[in-house]
């Protein structure tokens, strides 16, 4: 187990520096000038050059590789172009929105995926199979920005039970905040949560033609228990595999549903960041981002080892 | 049970002063569709900053009004010598910053010495070019020498990169902005809101608000629901496509007035074949300007045949040059040689009047026989390849600086339009302060730009207000950019 957790963190950090690399050269060869861009058409050229000098955008790519990197060990993400504070209080600032909305979504689609997609795999061919599986596709082709609206015109427009968007930030008390958060994770989590069903179902129905379950009935042990204790477990990994893809997404692949519910996440950050050649931003939240993925595969694969005590035992 | 009634009883009282009868609402949740990057009007293009903080936390010396007229603000008077090249200005007394220090001669020399200093970074330095010295007579008495008269001076100073800032706080108003308006910066929560406070400090007639939020809503899509769930309760600047959801509802006014952003089909005139007279024209011709209008904009907008808002009292209507006729702009193109159409691309940034208005355009331009691909680019591409680089054939955009005639004018500018003729024509205007030529000398402006055809002239941008029907003192117009709240109220 040792070994094999040695093995995984060496990958890991070789993932890490490679990514550094690409996201480095993929932002330098992106056109744009963001000294330009906070100047706008009215600036002389020599005025910009006066600003890109200011932000220290004036020294060539390797050297400024070194200088991101380095710091970036020393866990210094360096301060922002456009609103010259550092990146890291940006940084943390969105997290507080993005991260509670990801682990809810994460929670929600979950609660909702795996019961539907044992009811589907335990009703085979029947017709409870067919509608599950059938709200399920609709779940995974309904664009999710258009599933939003549709519950804030409900629940905030028509119910008035909720916010239409924004957020009060959690100083504004913990209720309010989460009632902020609960349409748009709800809009994430749906979509999730049909993907989430669909690969339960199939991973499910693979286990149960297997020769230990029909041993297991053939014993007489209930179909329930059967469900839940044999057939889920081994079902799991595919599961989690998905789960642990779907978290990295939550976290910032949300930058439609943070418009269409104008919160202050990271997704937004990013997006704002590049519209204005804000690099440093986007570099450092890429890394960030880079980073959580790696370490969420991590514990995806050592949490495959918990599911199914063989791999651990053979690595 | 005598607990219980005590109880009722404070709740009643409670509720009783929570509601005192008829006193209407003091606080405002405004929408506005991007977040300035900073805080600072005097460090950043962005009209975002200014849809913020103009008038509401900073002051100019003068300001400019509702109509676009120049007012008196920081400065209650002034004079201007017979030749026009020194002003001396008679500043308000008893003007405090919102940080409590006061306001005086040397703030005004301060601000306006640092937005032209040769390491200044103030998006329109180009306002302050004509300034050789600024000098603090007194604490109440600046004396400003310009290098030659500068017709639009006073206006100049008016804009919010012209605003006062105070020294000990310049360098930290991209943060945390102190100014001397009605209103005092409150808080930022970055991608989501920025606070004001009315100041109880301010020196003129105070605002009647207590609160004002600027609340940022990116989407579109996600306006029309906070207007409708009462969550917002403005937005002085709406997309023209949500108006259809709101029109029709009592409970909300929708105004349409003019802002001054010249929408332009803009062509490369240096680059062949937009070099040739003709191929400029018959593109003028080709475009049917009310059907872009129609398309792209919601049907508001007003068609333009030169480069000046309608709502301008120097306005002449030159929509008549080049009207849409497509035979007329075929047999144009023969006469450059080009009979048989020509292959091009259009560049288009991404706001919705130059994506949606492109593909009209390109299949109007395909009428004629002309071949548009269609490039969509990002702002900050735009800035660096159309802009800076002038590598494109033709592009949309919309010039959104107020009295902005003389870019024309401007050598290297991305037109890459030449005309001493012109050039002449605004030279003159620059040292012409009285009205009546100055409006002259600018329809002349106005007719040699849409003779020489330089860019498709095709609609001002409308500004579409939305807001709470008991809101009122809003800006109709948008003769800046800016969101002056500082004489809304609530009507109930």
Known sequence: ?315 | MKSWTSFLAAAAVVTALSLPAFAARTDLVIGIPLEPPYLDPTAGAAAAIDEVLYANVFEGLTRIGPAGEVLPALAESWEISDDGAVYTFRLRSGVKFHDGSDFDAEDVKFSLDRARAADSVNAQKILFEAIDSVEAVDPATVKITLRHPQGAFLYNMGWGDAVIVAPESAGTNKEKPIGTGPFRFESWAKGASIRLAKADSYWGEPAYLDRVEFRIVPDAAAAVPALLSGDVQAFPFFQPDGVAQIEGDPRFKVEVGATEGETLLTMNNKKAPFNKLQVRQAISYALDRQAIIDGASAGLGTPIGSHQSPASKAYVDLTGTYPHDVAKAKELLKEAGLENGFRTTIKLPPPSYARLGGEIIASQLREVGIEAEIIPVEWAQWLDQVFTRKDFDLTIVSHTEPNDIDIYARKDYYFNYDNPAFDKVIAELNLTSDEAKRNDLLGQAQKILADDAVVGFLYELPKVGVWDAKLEGFWKDAPIQANDVTKVRWTD
């Open chain 1, 1 to 315: 187990m040792t070994a094999y957790l040695a093995k995984r963190l060496a990958i890991a950090a070789i993932t890490l520096a490679l990514a550094s690399v690409v996201v480095f050269a993929v932002l330098e060869i992106v056109p744009g000038d963001p000294a330009r861009v906070m100047l706008g058409m009215n600036a002389s050229e020599a005025q910009v050059e006066q600003l890109r000098q200011q932000m220290g955008l004036d020294g060539g790519p390797v050297q400024r590789y070194l200088h991101w990197s380095g710091n970036l060990l020393s866990l210094d993400l360096g301060r922002s172009y456009t609103y010259s504070v550092p990146v890291i209080d940006l940084i943390t600032e969105r997290l507080a929105v993005s991260l509670p909305l990801a682990l809810i979504a994460l929670a929600l689609s979950t609660a909702i995926a795996i019961p539907v997609g044992l009811y589907a795999a335990s009703r085979r061919g029947r017709a409870g199979d067919a509608i599950s599986m059938g709200a399920a596709q609709l779940g995974v082709a309904v664009p999710n920005f258009w599933f939003a609206l549709l519950l804030v015109y409900l629940f905030a427009v028509w119910l008035r039970w909720l916010p239409a968007g924004g957020f009060p930030g959690w100083s504004a008390g913990i209720w309010p905040a989460l009632k902020a958060l609960i349409l748009p994770a709800l809009a994430l989590a749906l979509p999730q949560a049909a993907i989430l069903a669909r690969v339960t179902r199939s991973a499910l129905i693979d286990v149960l033609s297997e020769d230990y379950i029909r041993t297991a009935r053939a014993k007489g042990m209930p179909w329930r228990k059967v469900l839940w204790g044999h057939a889920l477990r081994n079902a799991l990994i595919p599961v989690v595999t998905i789960m642990g893809l779907q978290f990295a997404f939550l976290l910032a692949g949300t930058i439609i549903i943070e418009n269409v519910f104008y919160l202050p996440g990271l997704g937004r950050l990013i997006f704002q960041a590049i519209t204005q050649r804000d690099l440093i931003v986007v570099e450092s939240v890429v890394m960030l981002l880079v980073a959580t993925v790696i370490a969420v595969n991590l514990i995806v694969d050592l949490s495959y080892a918990l599911v199914d005590p063989r791999l651990g035992n053979r690595a």
